[in-house]
């Protein structure tokens, strides 16, 4: 498929996009936390895609998304420089916003939006693995999302990233201890207050 | 075993849903929570009309790419065998099939040329000829409908890409006129399946390009000329948009010397525009939902066919043909596609 694509084939270019689209909706979101803007960030990757996909030197589907998440991860840092501190940080209260206004904002299952409570804590989830995984170095970036949300294969991540599998999983295990930090996870609690954040 | 090759182990047996090893310490334990919230993340939902309209660009994209770099079919032209002069009967033979090679690449190559081919192309009847063809050897009708639903995504690229590179109205209207009747046999063909899982599938996949094609539309709407706008506002409402429509136009003479024209209709917006021939005209002194009035000159207006009409804010249109006959006017239902010069 990867082949294909590279040779500018329409169909197998869709294939492709309509596989990676949730992953790299998911990775901008987290980040960006910001509905309009991920919207735009995410089709300049694709259209990216399509334009560079003839300079990819793999065939392998961990090879792809690792390409891929680099292309997200330079939009995203360009996205974040040009966006206002207070645009960023800007997050509706529940209550003030309807229920369908949270549904146009931002794709969530839909049963949460019955729920405000669950909601907020969701949107609050969001923006704090938002911040932690922007804490973390490119790579480790593209081992926690390939790995948790591309569902690769700590040796397929390896390969497309040309290291051991064994140097894979510790930067995972670092990677990981450092989300956990950020969130401030630990044995038996779920994530910290917000009012006890760092 | 290392810490790190542990917890990946953990990792993996919890996807795999199988028993759970002890969790060792706190650091692997927060790890582990720490991996089970990014796969929180897996709930969130791409929004359908998105990933449409970004597939649909996409589509357009690669099509443009291909078209500027001019892809080539890459012809083999072997070298003729050592000594074939010697052999006048096996040249006759090599020439046929190089001849027969020849044509049928040259059939390729119009059948490829013709899957790129775009409203108003020559190769264009081709391609619809094409999906007539694959459409009537489709054996299931979950296969015709996801047929149908597939041809109705092309035929938005192609809309798009016509309006983006500047093509003639002609072109945009049976690029749109190909959108329209897809629209038509998708929604057919996804009625005709019986109910169950297969159906709810493909509605949803119909509602996505759907809302895609809505979206395709309105974009392209500030992109086309007047009557193409009034086409493409008439298939908005047939995808169920509320879309301006004019039912009766009135013109009474004022004291003052000036005309008075009021449009009635549906869907009139706050801010729309009086439109007289393709351009905007009069000062309009009053709007609602259902109403339009304004004031515009005596002079202006002869004996003759004017198209009188709305453009909402939103960029959606709608007309009528009025016809002034020494102060009689005769109001008449527009077509989209009027006889004179009605250009913006």
Not at chain 1, 139 to 158: P, S, T
Not at chain 2, 16 to 38: C, G, K
Request: net charge negative; hydrophobic share 40%.
């Amino acid at each position: 498929m990867i082949r294909q694509a590279r040779r500018h084939d329409e169909e197998a270019l869709v294939v492709l996009y309509q596989r990676a689209l949730p992953v790299i909706y998911r990775y901008v979101l987290a980040r960006l936390g910001h509905s309009d803007l991920v919207e735009d960030v995410v089709s300049e990757v694709f259209l990216v895609m399509v334009e560079s996909i003839g300079e990819l030197r793999t065939e392998q589907e961990a090879g792809f998304y690792a390409w891929l998440l680099q292309i997200a991860q330079g939009k995203i840092s360009r996205a974040l420089r040009h966006v206002t501190h207070s645009e960023r940080k800007y997050i509706p209260m529940p209550g003030i916003l309807a229920a369908e206004d949270y549904l146009t904002m931002e794709p969530i299952a839909t049963d949460l939006v019955s729920n405000p409570v669950a909601l907020h804590e969701w949107r609050e989830t969001l923006e704090e693995l938002g911040l932690a995984l922007g804490s973390l170095s490119a790579e480790q970036q593209v081992i926690v999302i390939g790995r948790f949300l591309a569902g690769q294969k700590i040796e397929d991540l390896a390969q497309a990233l040309g290291k051991q599998p064994g140097a894979v999983r510790v930067l995972q295990f670092r990677a990981l201890r450092s989300l956990a930090k950020h969130l401030g996870l630990g044995r038996g609690s779920r994530h910290k207050g917000k009012g006890e954040r760092a | 075993m290392n810490p790190e090759e542990y917890l990946d182990r953990l990792i993996e047996r919890r996807e795999h849903e199988q028993e759970q090893l002890p969790v060792t310490n706190d650091e692997i334990a927060a790890s582990l929570a720490a991996a089970e919230m990014l796969t929180q993340l897996q709930e969130v939902e791409v929004p359908p009309g998105f990933a449409s309209r970004l597939e649909v660009a996409v589509r357009a994209h690669s099509r443009d790419l291909v078209r500027q770099n001019g892809r080539i079919i890459p012809m083999a032209s072997p070298q003729s065998p050592a000594g074939s002069q010697r052999f006048p009967r096996r040249r006759a033979w090599v020439v046929m099939l190089r001849i027969a090679a020849v044509l049928m690449l040259a059939c390729v190559g119009i059948l490829t040329a013709s899957t790129r081919s775009l409203p108003g192309d020559a190769l264009y009847v081709m391609k619809q000829a094409e999906h007539q063809f694959t459409l009537t050897f489709a054996g299931a009708p979950q296969d015709r409908a996801s047929l149908q639903i597939d041809q109705l995504r092309s035929a938005l690229v192609d809309l798009s890409t016509v309006v983006n590179d500047g093509r003639d109205d002609d072109a945009i209207r049976l690029a749109l006129d190909t959108v329209a009747a897809k629209t038509n046999d998708s929604r057919e063909a996804v009625a005709a399946l019986s109910a169950g899982p297969e159906r709810a599938t493909a509605q949803r996949s119909l509602d996505g390009v759907l809302a895609g094609e809505e979206q395709t539309l309105r974009h392209l709407l500030d992109h086309v000329d007047w009557p193409v706008r009034l086409a493409f506002t008439q298939q908005l409402g047939a995808l169920g948009d509320p879309v301006p429509t004019v039912t009766h136009v009135m013109l009474r003479t004022q004291s003052n010397g000036t005309l008075l024209i009021t449009l009635t209709g549906t869907h009139f917006a706050a801010q729309a525009e009086l439109i007289i021939d393709g351009r905007p005209a009069g000062m309009v002194s009053q709007t609602t939902s259902q109403q339009l009035v304004a004031v515009i000159s005596n002079s202006a207006w002869s004996p003759g066919s004017y198209a009188v009409g709305i453009r909402n804010p939103d960029g959606t249109a709608a007309q009528m043909v009025l016809n002034v006959d020494d102060n009689h006017y005769h109001s008449r239902q527009a077509t989209p596609q009027p006889t004179r010069g009605f250009d913006e």
